[in-house]
């Protein structure tokens, strides 16, 4: 009996097989599993018996061939039951020799070795076959024993065949395929059960067949090549073919026949506390499937559980079956149950097999060669880690220092801290602003989460988080663009300039003068998500012997990077979207890969995003292009349409006001060369789309160039927030940042490949001549990488110098004032406790803050509350406190007093420093000559006054709005589903204590 499928590529290996045998079956019947064959077709041809002693005088015997078709057939057993009720089998037949399509003999003796041994061996109830591989030399199984309600092999799959387990008879169970059914077993058993499915019905009707008092006999001398075609993802559940280098995984049928088995070996009675104890079990094997690497069974396993739940009632069924019909117990058949030991030994033999698979055998001389090459790399990356960080140490070493010893790092981009590590946590998490009025619903500014993850390491100071931010994107930033380098070129040379070129993009872009940190960590991270890209992937330059794979790990470690990148700069999103579905069109295989990577991300900007699209009529979608960088006219432009020129000019704070040509006299100069030079490195990225040996990788990375340059294009245009002089465009640094990463990566494909060959033996030229070729052609190359090193280096040095010296953005400082302590003590004394900060410009103009810490924070930072502002939108106390501070400004007022003391303000403070020095006295004396204030403390920084109509023990603003945000529904929702795939995605990305060659992708 063969059955048939919609894939046919091994059964003419089968049938050719079959025929080939010494001794033919009676009958050969190929069940057409597709429902094609309406109607049985019968054929037949006649076997001469063989000129060999005895073989005079015996007659010719003539074999049957019968097609039928079966429909809807739910397993093997399934479809050769249906099979065998539209064929007349003939009355002698005494048992059944059933194959898949996909199993054929090994050898021409196998049936006449199964027939011999039921011969010898006739209270056997079922004969099985040595179970090996298509190729015939490795071992599937050799029938199996049974376990804790479950089946083992004791037989390592895939082990070579060394005849080893050839001394089995009596086992447990035996696979379907090849076995020798004889017909009197499947009346008294009332037929297979094809509810187990075919990876596990033979296990059920052998356990029936044992437990009955029936023999099951393996036969190690019959081989079965079987090529396990559904089991290893190289067929479709349908029948349908699928590529062999793309399996699909079958973990799902797998671990469902597994259950269906488990179940129905035990008691009903149990089943309910069962459930529960492998409910816990599922969430166990799912993390430790995950740190395997294997997510889709991790996914698997957490389904089983309910799955068991729909599949019980029939369940029942079965087991009622297995019940009913068992008469030895299972104790009396110790011979057929593989103790502890013996299972605990195979899975060590397993172990050991799994770690030799897929590892490159190694002589002296090659592992030699890699641990020079090995350590020489690591060498130069730590070299060009450690420049970087000297370099920013040296130039910022007294900003450095004074933040450390107790002040907050500010800059022209970024605002001081005084905040604690739990108040830094709760204006992560919650949707409320603190920085608008009194507050505001808004959602959280992205980037404080990765503030709170830096304050992890520095054990919950704040503001030296904000340090290790500044100085760490150094070193770690050079570490990343060198990985992301290593995957497009293994020249070190060539990796470790492109290394410091894309440090030098921060001086030059000014993200240190500005203390922008949002940008410094996307500088830091982005390289390396698309580094771990490539390589979950498998696309990427190695050293030979070793080749690429694939990795899962790789694919969680470029999720969790991405996940402060569009942390720090929302905006980036959206392109990188579009890079990745890009991304599907050139990469080979493992596409689900890349879908799964931005997941994680979009969890993270969850709130942003939906506030986003549920108030896009409001204007809400231009916190996407906002961070918590401080946007000014100054720094961000204004909005304007932009060429690619200008767009280039503002990210690297080039004047072109007074045109081009201005450029020509010498305090110009450099900002040309700048220029000019990403013009020289932007050609040579034109250049990689020429190249044969880097075609695909270098239209990817030219696809990220230009989503970046789009999203240039796009930032500059829109309003992100109002500053004293207008309307205030988006920064064109992201998406100008990711422009570039995709240029030095095409400049690092023009490198090439740059791998030297290991050769043990140096061998002679084929032909004279060549090796004298081959000698001018490496030195052509070598001299042609060396030149693009040296244009490299170069350009680092340019743009750092011009970033340290040219651009004049400024300094970090470092901020170690602000509020008077009598002041800082009242904000600590409640929660609800605020203080109005305000600074009188000039005669007509004056600005206001809402101090809950002791500076002006920059947890208070949000977003969606300037993109609210840049639509024409305020709230109430903004207007209210805007009214009152004006009015304060012109006269003394004592209603102003009481609208700032009635929105729960405790005190003024008056910055002295902070504009006009007139402005600045008349304002003071306004806000004394108010009713209901009190000058408590006035130093060279400010004067503190506080309101003292309304009790001290009742003063507060009204914090409802803020305590139902924070026990929204929605917001634990977030805040568990973020943190549980974040974690999971961490479990994934751990490092792996062994090898497994199952790893998905």
């Known amino acids: 009996m063969i059955t048939v499928e919609e894939d046919l590529r091994f059964l003419p290996d089968t049938i050719r097989a079959v025929l080939g045998q010494t001794v033919l079956p009676g009958v050969i019947v190929v069940i057409d599993c597709t429902g094609r064959t309406d109607r049985p077709l019968a054929s037949s041809f006649t076997v001469e018996p063989a000129h060999a002693h005895g073989a005079q005088g015996r007659r010719a015997d003539t074999v049957s061939v019968r097609l039928v ?40 003796t196998c049936l006449e070795t199964l027939l011999e041994r039921w011969r010898y061996t006739p209270t056997a109830s079922l004969l099985g076959a040595k179970q090996v591989d298509w190729g015939g030399g490795n071992l599937h199984d050799v029938g199996t024993y049974a376990g804790r309600h479950r089946l083992e092999s004791l037989v390592v799959d895939g082990e070579p065949d060394q005849e080893q387990y050839d001394g089995r008879r009596d086992v447990f169970a035996v696979s379907l395929a090849g076995a020798l059914v004889p017909l009197a077993t499947l009346d008294s058993l009332g037929g297979v059960d094809p509810w187990f499915g075919t990876f596990a019905e033979s296990g059920d009707f052998c356990r029936r067949i044992c437990l009955s008092g029936g023999r099951v006999v393996v036969v190690p001398e019959a081989e079965i090549a079987h090529r396990r075609a559904r089991y290893e993802g190289v067929r479709s559940r349908s029948g349908e073919p699928i590529d062999e280098d793309a399996p699909a995984s079958a973990a799902m049928a797998v671990l469902e026949a597994r259950q269906r088995y488990y179940y129905t070996d035990i008691r009903m009675g149990w089943w309910p506390l069962l459930w529960v104890l492998r409910l816990l079990r599922a969430v166990v094997m799912a993390l430790s499937r995950l740190s395997r690497k294997q997510p889709y069974v991790a996914l698997c396993e957490l389904l089983m559980p309910w799955r068991a739940l729909a599949m ?31 299972i605990a030994r195979w899975r060590d033999r397993m172990q050991a097999f799994r770690d030799q698979q897929g590892s490159v055998v190694l002589d002296p001389l090659a592992k030699a060669h890699l641990r020079r090459r090995l350590l020489r790399r690591w060498i130069c990356a730590a070299a060009a880690a450690v420049l970087a960080l000297a370099v920013v140490l040296a130039t910022y070493w007294d900003v450095c220092r004074a933040a450390l010893s107790g002040g907050s790092l500010t800059g022209a981009s970024m605002l001081p801290t005084d905040a604690g590590f739990l108040r830094l946590l709760e204006a992560a998490t919650t949707s409320w602003t603190l920085g608008a009025g009194t507050g505001a619903v808004a959602p959280p500014t992205p980037w404080l989460l990765v503030l709170a993850a830096a304050s992890v390491l520095t054990l919950g100071n704040v503001a030296a988080a904000t340090v290790l931010v500044f100085v760490s994107s150094a070193p770690l930033g050079v570490l990343s663009f060198w990985a992301l380098a290593g995957v497009f070129t293994r020249s070190d040379a060539v990796r470790v300039t492109c290394a410091l070129l894309w440090f030098s993009l921060s001086f030059a872009f000014g993200l240190y003068g500005s203390a922008n940190l949002a940008m410094l960590t996307v500088m830091t991270f982005l ?24 990795s899962v790990q790789a694919a969680a470690l470029s999720a969790l990077c991405f996940i402060p990148v569009v942390a720090a700069e929302p905006q980036l999103l959206l392109p990188l979207v579009a890079t990745f579905l890009a991304f599907l069109l050139f990469v080979r295989r493992h596409r689900a890969t890349l879908l799964l990577i931005p997941l994680p991300s979009a969890l993270v900007l969850a709130p942003t995003l939906v506030n986003a699209v549920h108030h896009a009529p409001e204007g809400a979608w231009r ?33 072109v006001g007074s045109g081009w040509l201005s450029w020509l006299r010498a305090p110009q100069v450099v900002s040309f060369l700048v220029l000019a030079m990403l013009a020289v490195l932007t050609v040579l990225a034109v250049v990689s789309l020429f190249l044969p040996f880097a075609l695909r990788v270098s239209r990817m990375m030219w696809v990220t160039t230009v989503c970046g340059g789009i999203l240039c294009l796009a930032s500059a245009r829109i309003v992100v927030g109002v500053d004293a002089d207008g309307a205030v465009a988006g920064s064109v640094l992201p998406g100008m940042a990711m422009a570039l990463l995709g240029v030095l990566s095409c400049v690092c494909l023009v490198a090439g490949g740059a791998i030297r060959r290991f050769v043990a033996l140096r061998r002679p030229a084929a032909r004279p001549g060549d090796e004298e070729d081959v000698d001018v052609r490496s030195t052509v190359v070598a001299v042609a990488r060396a030149l693009l090193v040296v244009l490299l280096a170069a350009a680092a040095c340019l743009w750092a110098g011009y970033g340290i010296a040219g651009r004049g953005d400024g300094r970090p400082g470092v901020a170690d004032g602000g509020l008077p302590m009598v002041a800082v003590d009242y904000l600590e004394q409640s929660p609800d406790h605020r203080i109005l900060a305000l600074s009188a410009e000039s005669g007509s103009r004056i600005s206001y803050a809402s101090m809950s810490t002791g500076r002006g924070d920059v947890i208070e930072v949000s977003t969606a509350q300037r993109a609210q502002v840049a639509s024409g939108q305020r709230p109430a106390s903004d207007e209210a406190i805007a009214s009152a501070a004006s009015r304060l400004l012109a006269n003394a007022d004592s209603q102003a007093v009481a609208d700032i003391a009635a929105l729960g303000f405790g005190g003024i403070y008056v910055v002295a420093d902070g504009g006009s020095e007139n402005a600045v006295s008349q304002l003071m004396a306004n806000i004394t000559a108010s009713n209901g204030t009190q000058s408590v403390v006035s130093n060279a920084s400010g004067t503190y006054f506080r309101l003292t109509l309304v009790d001290t023990l009742t003063q507060g603003v009204d914090l409802n709005g803020q305590q139902a945000v924070s026990a929204s529904p929605w917001r634990y929702a977030w805040l568990w589903c973020a943190g549980i795939v974040t974690a999971l995605y961490c479990i994934v990305a751990l490092p792996r204590t062994h090898r497994y060659n199952q790893e998905e992708a």
């Open 69 to 108: 078709g079966v429909k809807g057939a739910r397993s093997f057993s399934d479809a050769v039951a249906k099979g065998m009720r539209r064929v007349d089998l003939d009355p002698g037949t005494k048992a059944l020799w059933t194959l898949h399509d996909d199993s054929r003999p090994a050898h021409e």
């Open 312 to 342: 019980f009632p029939t369940a029942v069924r079965a087991r009622r079956i297995v019940g009913r019909q068992s008469k030895v117990p299972l104790s009396r058949l110790s011979v057929l149950v593989a103790s502890r030991q013996q």
């Open 623 to 655: 916190q996407l292009f906002g961070d918590v960088a401080v946007p000014t006219s100054e720094t961000n432009g204004v909005p304007a349409a932009l060429g690619l020129a200008d767009l280039a000019a503002r990210a690297f704070g080039v004047d």
């Open 527 to 550: 390289p390396a998500a698309f580094a771990f890209a490539f390589r979950a992937v498998g696309m990427y330059h190695t050293e030979e012997p070793v080749r690429p794979h694939h």
